[in-house]
C-alpha cells in the first residue's frame, strides 16, 4: 500500500535518516516510525485513516463553512477573479455539495466517484463516506494562476432545519472533521444579517475541535449595516462564537465586503481594505508554511496514536481471561472517565491530548476488548525518538529550505500586487503622503510650523534638544516615539533642529497621531529640500515659495 515509503530516496546517510526534502522526511517518519504503531492498535477505525502519499505532497488548501447565501462561493469568485466550472450562486441554499477548486491546464470537473481512486489528489479517503457523500462531490479544475499555490474547498450552505440536516444521506460533521485535519485554514463565513449559529452549524464548528489554529472567521457584507449597527453585528459576533468555540483565546475576525460590486456604506471603507489585507497576507503565506504546518500535524497526530495506544493495552490489560467478558467491558467503558485520568498520571499526559470520551465510549461498544493488543514498548519510543530526535532535524531542515529557496506567496487574482499604482493599500496616506508631488509636503503647513519654532528662542537658526522637547512632548506622545521622530528629523546629526527640520518633526507627529506608523528611514520625499543632495529640489522648493 505505502510502496513510496519504500523508494530510495538521495541525501540519505547510511542509517537513513537525511533527506533531500522535508516532504520526503515527513514520508518516511510517518511511514517507518508512527504507521506501525497506528496499523498495531487499530487508529485508523477509532480516528483517522491512514495518510497516503498525496497527503504530504498536496498543495495548501482552503476550506470554506458557513450558512446558506453567506458568499461563500462568491468568495472563492472574487478571490480567482473568474468563474470556476461548478459555480451556482443565488441568495437560495445553491451549493449542494462539496467543490475542490483545483488547478488544472484542461477546465472541467471531476465526479466524486472518479475522484476518490486518483492517487494524485488527496481525496481517496474520503470513500469511506459512500455514494450519498460522493455523488455531492466533485473537483472543479480550472487554469488559474491563484490555484497553482492554493486549493479551494467550497462547502455546502449549512442550514437549520432537522428535516434538511438528516436528510443529507451522509454525515456532515465528520466529513468537515476529515478536511479540517488536512487543511491548511479553516474560513468560517457569517453574514451581517445572520449571525445566529444553527445545531448543524455549532455541529459543525465542533468537528474542528484540536484545530482551533487553523480557523479563521470572515464577518462577510458588513458594507450593509452603518458603523453603529457594525459594532453591534460585531460584538453579537463574538458572543455567538464564544459559546461554541471553547477557547479562552479570542478568534480573529475579519471584517469586509468580499464581492467586486461597490460598497453600500462607504464610511468604513478604510477598515475594509485593512481587513482584506490582512486576510489576504494571511492567505498569501499558507504556501511557505505548509511544510511547518503537516509537521505540526504530523506531531498532533502521533501524540494522539500514543494516547490511543495507551488506552487500547489498558482496556486489554483490565479483560478477564475466561469469564465475565461482557460485564467487565460495559464496566470499563462506563468508567472510561476515570481510566483517562488513570493513564494521566501513570504516563504524565495532558487532559488536552485525550479524544473525547463520549465519542471514544460510542465507538468501543462494537470491539472485543479481548481482542485487542498489549502494550509494546518498542512502537511507542519509536514515536518518542521520533519526537525528540528527527522531527528537530526536520524543523532545521525548513529553515534551510526557507532559506535557499524564494519566498512562495499566492499570486494572481485577487492577489495581484496593486501596491505600485494610486490604490494600493495605504498609497497617499500617512507617510506616504506627498510621495508622487513635486513641492515638499511638509512646507504646506510650514508658516504654521514657523510661528512655534520661533517662540522656542532659536540660536543661529537652530533649536536645542531641550526647547525642542518641551514642544514635542506636548502631543502626548511616548519617549520611545518622540525619540524615533527626532532621529528622523535631525537630519544632519547635530543634536539641533533647523526649521525645516522641526516642521519635519510637527509633521511626523502629525502622522503618529492619525493612526499612521513611521517608517524606518526617512523617505527621500520628506528629506527637508536644504539637506537634499539634488540642487534642483531647492529650486523647486524657492520657487514655490516665491
Known amino acids: 500500500m505505502f510502496t513510496w515509503a519504500n523508494k530510495e530516496q538521495g541525501g540519505r546517510n547510511k542509517e537513513g535518516d537525511m533527506f533531500q526534502t522535508v516532504t520526503e522526511g515527513l514520508q518516511s517518519l510517518y511511514a517507518k516510525k508512527l504507521l506501525p504503531l497506528e496499523e498495531t492498535y487499530l487508529f485508523h477505525d477509532f480516528h483517522s485513516p491512514a495518510l497516503e502519499q498525496a497527503d504530504f505532497q ?7 463553512v458557513g450558512q446558506y447565501s453567506t458568499g461563500k462561493t462568491t468568495f472563492i469568485r472574487y478571490l480567482l477573479e473568474q468563474d470556476f466550472p461548478g459555480m451556482r450562486i443565488g441568495p437560495e441554499p445553491t451549493t449542494d455539495g462539496f467543490i475542490a477548486v483545483m488547478y488544472n491546464e484542461n477546465e472541467g470537473v471531476v465526479p466524486g466517484n472518479a475522484l476518490v481512486v486518483d492517487p494524485k489528489k488527496p481525496f481517496r479517503k474520503l470513500n469511506a463516506f459512500g455514494n450519498a457523500f460522493l455523488n455531492r462531490f466533485i473537483c472543479s479544475q480550472m487554469p488559474n ?4 499555490s492554493i486549493s479551494i474547498i467550497d462547502t455546502p450552505g449549512i442550514l437549520s432545519g432537522e428535516k434538511q440536516r438528516i436528510s443529507r444521506g451522509y454525515d456532515f460533521s465528520e466529513v468537515l472533521r476529515w478536511f479540517g485535519e488536512r487543511v491548511d485554514r479553516i474560513i468560517l463565513l457569517f453574514d451581517a444579517h445572520k449571525l445566529d449559529i444553527s445545531d448543524e452549524f455549532s455541529e459543525a464548528i465542533k468537528a474542528f475541535r484540536g484545530q482551533d489554529d487553523k480557523i479563521r472567521v470572515v464577518l462577510n457584507k458588513a458594507d450593509q449595516v ?36 461597490p460598497l453600500q456604506n462607504a464610511e468604513n471603507r478604510r477598515l475594509f481594505e485593512a481587513e482584506t489585507q490582512d486576510l489576504f497576507r494571511d492567505i498569501q503565506g499558507l504556501p511557505r508554511n505548509a511544510a511547518l504546518r503537516k509537521l505540526n500535524d504530523l506531531i498532533k497526530r502521533a501524540r494522539l496514536a500514543k494516547v490511543h495506544a495507551f488506552i487500547i493495552s489498558y482496556l486489554k490489560k483490565e479483560m478477564p481471561t475466561l469469564f465475565g467478558k461482557e460485564k467487565k467491558k460495559e464496566e470499563l467503558i462506563a468508567h472510561l472517565p476515570e481510566i483517562y485520568q488513570i493513564l494521566q498520571r501513570e504516563h504524565h499526559i495532558s487532559p488536552g491530548d485525550f479524544p473525547n470520551v463520549i465519542k471514544m465510549q ?24 521520533m519526537l525528540s530526535t528527527k522531527i528537530s532535524s526536520l524543523m532545521n ?23 505600485d499604482g494610486p490604490f494600493g493599500h495605504g498609497y497617499g496616506e500617512g507617510i506616504s503622503a506627498g510621495a508622487d508631488t ?3 509636503i511638509v512646507s504646506r503647513d510650514k508658516h504654521r510650523y514657523d510661528e512655534i519654532f520661533y517662540t522656542l528662542m532659536p540660536v543661529n537658526g537652530k533649536v536645542t534638544g ?28 547635530d543634536g539641533m533642529l533647523d526649521d525645516e527640520e522641526f516642521a519635519l518633526a510637527q509633521h511626523l507627529i502629525r502622522v503618529k497621531l492619525e493612526g499612521f506608523e513611521l517608517p524606518a528611514e526617512l523617505p527621500n520625499h520628506l528629506v527637508p529640500p536644504s539637506h537634499r543632495k539634488d540642487p534642483t529640489a531647492d529650486i523647486l522648493y524657492n520657487h514655490q515659495d516665491d
Not at 498536496?58 to 470554506?64: A, E
Not at 494562476?145 to 497553482?148: A, D, N, Y
Not at 462494537?366 to 525518538?385: A, G, M, N
Not at 502626548?476 to 535631525?490: C, S, Y
Open 226 to 261: 452603518d458603523t453603529q449597527q457594525l459594532m453591534r453585528v460585531y460584538g453579537a459576533l463574538m458572543w455567538s462564537l464564544g459559546k461554541v468555540i471553547n477557547t479562552p483565546e479570542v478568534v480573529r475576525v475579519y471584517l469586509g465586503s468580499f464581492w467586486a460590486k
Open 58 to 64: 498536496s498543495k495548501p488548501m482552503v476550506l470554506l
Open 438 to 440: 513635486e513641492d515638499w
Open 362 to 385: 460510542e465507538q468501543l461498544q462494537h470491539y472485543d476488548f479481548s481482542k485487542f493488543p498489549s502494550l509494546k514498548l518498542k512502537l511507542i519510543e519509536s514515536v518518542d525518538r
Open 466 to 493: 531641550i526647547n525642542a522637547k518641551k514642544e514635542m512632548m506636548s502631543s502626548r506622545l511616548p519617549n520611545t516615539v518622540l525619540g524615533k521622530i527626532w532621529k528622523l528629523a535631525d537630519c544632519d546629526k
Open 397 to 419: 531542515m525548513i529553515r534551510e529550505e526557507e532559506s535557499k529557496q524564494p519566498s512562495q506567496m499566492v499570486m494572481g487574482g485577487a492577489f495581484e500586487d496593486s501596491s
Open 145 to 148: 494562476q491563484v490555484l497553482q
